[in-house]
T-cell receptor, first 112, second 118 residues
Framework: DAKTTQPPSMDCAEGRAANLPCNHSTISGNEYVYWYRQIHSQGPQYIIHGLKNNETNEMASLIITEDRKSSTLILPHATLRDTAVYYCIVRFSSGSARQLTFGSGTQLTVLP | GAVVSQHPSRVICKSGTSVKIECRSLDFQATTMFWYRQFPKKSLMLMATSNEGSKATYEQGVEKDKFLINHASLTLSTLTVTSAHPEDSSFYIC??????????????FGPGTRLTVL
């Protein structure tokens, strides 16, 4: 699975959009980009994933660059409960029941 | 959505004792489950892959005789930390993959078990 690079920490004002970047310059053509988050002392929670196209669900939007070497997770209206560590993970195949390899992630702190 | 539970959520034990942690998939079957360990301010590290009906696969550096894994049914995997020592104190998290589409698969994580060895 391709390695990812994320900033260690970010702050965001409550109610504003939080944009979390991720670099995955060695991603291969059939690797998916997944985002999970982990609120303190809880298990990770799935947020969104995508292959090439931008994706949106009730939690967030995922913007993947055309060359697929980077992506951005967007929380459109951050709340205090969005404070968590956000992990960007690249996986070979979304259909594979393989383990996830977690990097260091980004600690997002939403400020009141 | 699919739910994965863990029991207990928190356990404190004396050094030298054994502790069993259960991981259950509540509304789906999982032939494979994963066990992770997370130390304070660190990321999750995969310990082992639990396979229903066969032996677990351990990551390099993880002692299989110390961390016993049993996947006796399609909804239950157990991790037993044998002869626990203070350095085994950690946050243990399990996950189970569930097919969510024809070619799609999502990992569902348990809430974690905080182990403190005195």
């Amino acid at each position: 699975d391709a390695k990812t690079t994320q900033p260690p920490s970010m702050d965001c004002a409550e109610g504003r959009a939080a944009n979390l970047p991720c670099n995955h310059s060695t991603i291969s053509g059939n690797e998916y980009v997944y985002w999970y988050r982990q609120i303190h002392s809880q298990g990770p929670q799935y947020i969104i994933h995508g292959l090439k196209n931008n994706e949106t669900n009730e939690m967030a939007s995922l913007i993947i660059t055309e060359d697929r070497k980077s992506s951005t997770l967007i929380l459109p209206h951050a709340t205090l409960r969005d404070t968590a560590v956000y992990y960007c993970i690249v996986r070979f195949s979304s259909g594979s029941a393989r383990q996830l390899t977690f990097g260091s992630g980004t600690q997002l702190t939403v400020l009141p | 959505g699919a739910v994965v539970s863990q029991h207990p959520s928190r356990v404190i034990c004396k050094s030298g004792t054994s502790v069993k942690i259960e991981c259950r998939s509540l509304d789906f079957q999982a032939t494979t489950m994963f066990w992770y360990r997370q130390f304070p301010k660190k990321s999750l590290m995969l310990m082992a892959t639990s396979n229903e009906g066969s032996k677990a696969t351990y990551e390099q550096g993880v002692e299989k005789d110390k961390f016993l894994i049993n996947h006796a049914s399609l909804t239950l995997s157990t991790l037993t930390v044998t002869s626990a020592h203070p350095e085994d104190s950690s946050f243990y998290i399990c996950s189970a993959p569930r097919q969510t589409g024809a070619a799609d698969n999502e990992q569902f994580f348990g809430p974690g078990t905080r182990l403190t060895v005195l």
